[in-house]
């Protein structure tokens, strides 16, 4: 017999699922913007913002109300509780989508300097952390969890790629001081999306095998 | 008669306050390294990490235990949860103090381009949010919760402050740009510290009232 407790966790990950998908298209649409030079596009960041703020309230409380009312035990205990944590990580990974758009539209406000090849590749990669930890989350996929883990570093090498080619250009072009500063905090902003995938991956793995990793897996 | 789970939640606020105390020590330390240009005060607060992500897992497992045995309702529950959700922003409090002290100590590595009051402002109200936040929880102190909002303005405005100055002399020394960038990331990582200490604020008046704040107040 199926418990009301089972059709009201499939219902918290299908408006996870949702809210993952949002972040997505957020995250997309900032980079199409920055990519093909549309500021149109980054009004479109800002209004699936407001539908990531209103998900990430409606997660909490539906995550409320199964904690008050079914006293879940277990391993439904932990999913819950991954679930208000990977809740807060898309919110915030929202707000990065948003701060590039922010960000974006300075620099395309400035002379470009350099290709994008590089932001546009950490995006991809962002993308994929932001599907792929989501994905682990829904089948229980504990394998694919590590793989986000390790695209991290793929990422975070990328970011420090930026940081050094635009410094470098910053130091021969002292009219393109701001426009630097712009890729560099968009380039940030990528690497923070991934540290938020990597969160998620980390409470998939808690969530399904009662293991804590974090911190190096030392305290759990 | 006292109830087993008020004993337990007196428990739980001692471990928050431990952990808070931890953060603001490591901030401070990383801040009083910067400014008084001594690299060895950047070990301390890797040590205080440490202790941090020990304390971070404690908590989420404590309130794992209590959530599984006591079944809690209403109030202990929103209080068991926002303790879940200060817990993470704590956590990553500690993370931005690290980050601190590595772009604190590449920054003692080069030549020192300017005063760094604004930094110590930045650090100073930082630090009052932090406190201010867990003394706002301990207390119930709504009112109290409200001021750390407001105090969020302050550090914002020093770190676009921070960016403008350090982005003028970038322009007219390009042998500082490394310099400049670490100033910048470290603004950037007081203004988060102040981003989780508002959070926490939030979460504080979530608890206590019932009042879900957080975007503007226009879902919860």
């Given amino acids: 017999m199926e418990r009301a407790i089972d059709t009201q966790m499939e219902d918290l990950k ?5 809210m993952g998908g949002h972040v ?6 900032a980079t199409a913007a920055l990519l093909s030079r549309d500021l149109n596009l980054f009004k479109e960041v800002h209004e699936i913002e407001k539908k990531i703020n209103e998900e990430h309230i409606k997660v909490d409380q539906a995550c409320m109300n199964l904690l008050a009312k079914q006293g879940p035990v277990a391993r439904d205990l932990r999913m819950i509780i991954s679930i208000i944590k990977i809740n807060n990580d898309l919110e915030r990974m929202g707000d990065q989508a948003v701060n590039i758009s922010y960000s974006g539209r300075d620099y395309l406000g400035r002379n470009p300097i350099r290709q994008l090849n590089d932001i546009q590749k950490m995006s991809e990669i962002a993308g994929r952390m932001v599907k792929g930890s989501l994905d ?7 394998e694919k969890a590590r793989e986000i883990l390790k695209m991290d570093d793929e990422i975070d090498g990328l970011k420090n790629k930026v940081y050094q080619d635009v410094m470098a250009h910053m130091k021969t072009a ?3 001081v701001e426009a630097g500063l712009d ?7 990528l690497e923070r ?4 995938a990597t969160n998620i ?6 969530a399904f095998t009662g293991k804590d990793i974090r911190h190096g897996g030392k305290f759990g």
Same sequence: chains 1, 2.
């Fill in 136 to 142: 682990s989350f829904v089948r229980g996929d504990v």
């Fill in 193 to 196: 999306l991934g540290d938020h």
């Fill in 201 to 206: 991956a980390e409470d998939v793995i808690f």
């Fill in 24 to 29: 997505e298209k957020s995250l997309a649409q």
């Fill in 174 to 176: 002292s009219d393109d």
């Fill in 14 to 18: 299908k408006m996870i699922l949702l």
């Fill in 183 to 189: 890729l560099i905090l968009i380039a940030r902003n």
